[in-house]
């Protein structure tokens, strides 16, 4: 089935929560969104952790290859195959999930493409963003109701990932493609404001921690 057929059957019933996490390399998504999946399990809500590129069994095939530092495509194609693993992963985990009420904690979405894609590889070109808002418009039925922003200047980021022992074929990247991709985030959280909360991704991890959980409180109060 299509996922433009399932939205008046799935979305209109659907309890669940839908949150996504999105930043540049090394702000610290993983542990923020173990430190929320850790709150949430506590309060009692039932929850998925996922991801993109990936989070589906073919989605992640296409997440291996998109990482790959050995694949050589260019950026059409390369955009073409995250909405390919979007697509899946919408209708056959996310979707199903806030369906039976399941809240969907996802690391990294739509904002990523329109940052990465639309602003790293084509800073300056309309054309790539108008194809990303295009192909969200066909394809991505939803949106998260929450996106949490994990704000962190660009150096301080890459010093952290820079730690890590392997670097993927974005983390490759130079710095001024970050730099680039954080100006998209700017820009999609100045546009979206009341989905897009920004978190100060600076201090320590229970810093963070804390304010990513107060956001969400904020969102849903939850008791
Ligand atoms: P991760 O390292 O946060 O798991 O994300 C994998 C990489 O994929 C990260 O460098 C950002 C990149 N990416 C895009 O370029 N566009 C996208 O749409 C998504 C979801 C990720």
């Known amino acids: 089935m299509p996922v433009s057929a399932m939205i008046s059957t799935q979305a209109a019933s659907a309890q669940g929560r839908f949150i996504s996490f999105e930043g540049t390399e090394g702000v610290g998504k993983t542990t923020a969104i173990e430190q929320l999946c850790t709150r949430l399990q506590a309060a009692g809500i039932d929850y998925l952790r996922t991801r993109e590129p990936g989070g589906s069994p073919f989605a992640e095939r296409l997440r291996a290859i998109l990482l790959d530092p050995a694949t050589d495509i260019n950026d059409d194609t390369e955009l073409l195959l995250l909405f390919a693993a979007r697509c899946d992963h919408v209708q056959y985990v996310i979707m199903p999930a806030l369906a039976r009420g399941t809240w969907v904690i996802c690391d990294r979405f739509v904002d990523s493409t329109m ?109």
């Open 115 to 223: 940052a990465y894609q639309g602003y790293g590889r084509a800073y300056g070109e309309p054309l790539m963003r108008a194809k990303i808002a295009q192909l969200s418009e066909q394809f991505v039925p939803l949106l998260p109701e929450l996106t949490l922003w994990l704000d962190l200047p660009v150096h301080e980021g890459m010093a952290r990932a820079g730690k890590r022992s392997t670097a993927d074929r974005f983390e490759q990247q130079a710095t001024e493609f970050f730099t680039r991709v954080y100006k998209g985030f700017e820009a999609l959280a100045a546009a979206y404001p009341e989905r897009i909360c920004r978190i100060d991704a600076s201090g320590t991890s229970d810093e963070v921690g804390a304010r990513v959980w107060q956001a969400v409180e904020d969102r849903f109060s939850i008791t």
